[in-house]
């Protein structure tokens, strides 16, 4: 189940295939997807399944279908190295932008520059640099505080703690929403995650089992 608030102003959607929905400009934005991780490892001899990269597209086909957004944004780290970005990965990716009705573009990332800049743009993103305004938002990759409006931000893989005591619960991802910044979660499904140190006055959203919640910091 989606959950829906307010940002700088802004009517939002979290949704729990974790992707953030702006319903005044009709856009999507997921960070973190790391693309050919999984091949990058079985590449080099370590066993990891497949099908990662279906269940992406999966999810991601979901919440353009369910939101109808015209635009997705990736807020980096779109590739996770060159050496996963193999002749089938990358015309997966060129065939599912080339029809998937949206404007699909890239806030670059650190590994969008580790695997190649010119590399990544084959893709057929739109390519935005390290930075896009947009409205009162700031797009980029790694989180920090702009003059210029407020921060969505990836590169985190922000991830809280569900559950009582010191060592308990699960962990799950989770949207992390502070005073200027705001960080969504890894959109791969091999990426990983960080326990979050809240502060006061932040709200944090968790991601698990086809909902959304808030939690307390």
């Given at each position: ?107 670059e990332g650190n590994h969008d520059r580790s695997a190649g800049i010119a590399r990544v ?60 910044c705001g960080v969504l979660p890894a959109f791969g499904g091999f990426t990983g995650g960080?326990?979050i140190d809240g502060r006061a006055g932040d709200r944090v959203f968790a991601v698990g ?9």
């Amino acid at each position: 189940m989606s959950l829906n608030t307010e940002l700088a102003g802004e009517d939002i959607v979290l949704l729990p295939e974790r992707g953030l929905f702006w319903e005044r400009r009709a856009m999507l934005l997921i960070a973190d997807w790391h693309v050919g991780k999984a091949a990058a490892f079985r590449a080099a001899g370590i066993g990891v399944p497949e099908g990662d990269l279906e269940e992406e597209f999966g999810r991601l086909e979901a919440m353009l279908g369910r939101t109808g957004a015209e635009e997705l944004v990736l807020l980096g780290d779109v590739v996770h190295t060159g050496s996963g970005l193999t002749e089938t990965t990358v015309k997966r990716l060129q065939d599912w932008v080339s029809s998937s009705g949206a404007r699909v573009a890239l806030v670059e990332g650190n590994h969008d520059r580790s695997a190649g800049i010119a590399r990544v743009a084959q893709l057929g993103l739109e390519m935005l640099g390290g930075e896009s305004r947009q409205g009162p938002f700031v797009l980029q990759h790694e989180p920090g505080d702009s003059e210029h409006g407020y921060v969505l931000a990836g590169h985190l893989h922000p991830a809280v703690r569900l559950g009582e005591g010191k060592r308990g619960g699960l962990s799950a991802p989770c949207f992390w929403f502070g005073e200027n910044c705001g960080v969504l979660p890894a959109f791969g499904g091999f990426t990983g995650g960080r326990r979050i140190d809240g502060r006061a006055g932040d709200r944090v959203f968790a991601v698990g089992d086809g909902e959304v919640i808030q939690v307390p910091v």
